[in-house]
């Protein structure tokens, strides 16, 4: 079954501070997909990104960025230069099996 | 453009009550699915559905059911209502199966007394 792990539970900058959020999966499937997803106070879920296996590419979209290393398991995520609005909690599910599998999240506060 | 639509966003039960939590999407995807998320806990699967007629469960099925007439709506069905129910529930929508990407309905923040 998949599994992630977002060690991280909470972490606190100050804005125009850098953050990286740590993400571990776990996998037995050769084709897997991941994802991140941003909740912010108001509760929704937002879309971030989705990574397929086969494309590690680094992925840059404004001030955040993704970091997908199949060797470590790991698919991290940067937001350069934060702002108070990126306070919220990110999560990094992983498909497989029909479902997202979700790990417990990073909340992250931005300090003005 | 709605995308998913929950309703309603909060809502007390007392213990033994059944209600329907009701979840639409305007945008004909196949793939629904509630999730239910506790603090600390991230989200959990609740029931999942891979189009009109066809349902299964999730993670953490016990005590709710689900059905799926129509590919534009998904409601979620609590029996008998017990505090360890208390949650935020998510409705989610995607085109196909949950490796593309996922539309959240707003959440229903459900509190059993």
């Known amino acids: 079954a998949q599994k992630v792990t977002q060690a991280q539970t909470e972490i606190s900058v100050v804005e125009k501070e850098d953050v990286t959020l740590d993400c571990v999966y776990e996998t037995r499937d050769t084709t897997y997909y991941l994802f991140w997803y941003k909740q912010p106070p108001s509760g929704e879920l937002v879309f971030l990104i989705r990574r397929n296996s086969f494309d590690e590419q680094n992925e840059i979209s404004g001030r955040y960025s993704w970091n997908f290393q199949k060797s470590t398991s790991s698919f991290n995520f940067t937001i350069t230069a934060s702002q108070v609005v990126d306070s919220a909690v990110y999560f990094c599910?992983?498909?497989?099996?029909?479902?997202?599998?979700f790990g417990k999240g990073n909340q992250v506060v931005v300090i003005p | 453009n709605a995308g998913v639509t929950q309703t309603p966003k909060f809502q007390v039960l007392k213990t033994g009550q059944s209600m329907t939590l009701q979840c639409a999407q305007d945008m004909n995807h196949e793939y629904m699915s509630w999730y239910r998320q506790d603090p600390g806990m991230g989200l959990r699967l609740i029931h999942y559905s891979v189009g009109a007629g066809i349902t299964d469960q999730g993670e953490v099925p016990n005590g709710y059911n689900v059905s799926r007439s129509t590919t534009e709506d998904f409601p979620l069905r609590l029996l008998s209502a017990a505090p360890s129910q208390t949650s935020v529930y998510f409705c989610?929508?995607?085109?196909?199966?949950?490796?593309?990407?996922?539309?959240f309905g707003q959440g229903t923040r459900l509190t059993v007394v």
């Open positions: 989610a929508s995607s085109v196909t199966r949950m490796n593309t990407e996922a539309f």
């Open positions: 599910p992983t498909y497989g099996n029909n479902r997202l599998a």
